[in-house]
Nanobody, 117 residues
Framework: QVQLVESGGGLVQPGGSLRLSCAAS????????MGWYRQAPGKQRELVAT???????NYAESVKGRFTISRDKTKNTVYLQMNSLKPEDTALYYC???????????WGQGTQVTVSS
């Protein structure tokens, strides 16, 4: 059983910053991808950023240059540093891990990010 717990969301003004954390418990496998997705009301869930066990990183075009994903393998924790936040970044942010060997996906409960003045 794998559980993901997100933290760090909140209300921030445009141009501000937030740092999201996602801690995984249980075995996620040595070959895996961890990442962040977001979903705004009435919109489809979209990829924000991912980082794999081999270090490969992908970002959505809309967040390149503003967001940075990183991970601490000793803690099974992934982070998302969010800078220069815009109102359009407002969404429920979900943490996800994928075990590439078993092809099982695990999702967190989500943490709300609201960017508003």
């Amino acid at each position: 059983q794998v559980q993901l717990v997100e933290s760090g969301g909140g209300l921030v003004q445009p141009g501000g910053s937030l740092r999201l954390s996602c801690a995984a418990s249980g075995s996620i496998g040595s070959i895996n991808v961890m990442g962040w997705y977001r979903q705004a009301p009435g919109k489809q869930r979209e990829l924000v950023a991912t980082i794999s066990s081999d270090g490969s990183i992908n970002y959505a075009e809309s967040v390149k240059g503003r967001f940075t994903i990183s991970r601490d393998k000793t803690k099974n924790t992934v982070y998302l540093q969010m800078n220069s936040l815009k109102p359009e970044d407002t969404a429920l942010y979900y943490c996800k891990t994928s075990n590439l060997w078993t092809q099982y996906d695990y999702w967190g409960q989500g943490t709300q990010v609201t960017v508003s003045s």
